[in-house]
């Protein structure tokens, strides 16, 4: 019973890291392109309580037409966690 607790509870918190990543890229498609830059991390902190540091680094190619980004979400509930969420916009 207490690995299926554990289970379902990192379940909770990988959905919240999953979607305050999808929040940051939603935001990036939608600024401006000279905006769209490498940001320092940010804490947030989910409905489980569990707090979450946000980090985004923006890759521009060589003709300036497309930047990769790359989001990334660590967390620790007892153990240290993360997972990276990467991304091409275009100009």
Excluded at 11 to 25: I, R, V
Excluded at 54 to 75: E, K, Q, Y
Aim: proline share 2%.
């Amino acid at each position: 019973m207490a690995t299926t607790t554990q289970n379902n509870s990192f379940g909770s918190h990988m959905t919240e890291a999953a979607t305050f990543a999808q929040d940051k890229l939603e935001e990036l498609r939608v600024a401006p392109w000279a905006s769209v830059v490498t940001g320092a991390p940010t804490q947030v902190t989910g409905s489980t309580g569990i707090g979450y540091t946000r980090s985004w680094n923006v890759v521009t190619n060589a003709d300036g037409t497309l930047r990769t980004v790359t989001i990334t979400i660590n967390w620790n509930d007892r153990v240290d966690h993360s997972i990276q969420l990467r991304s091409a916009i275009a100009q």
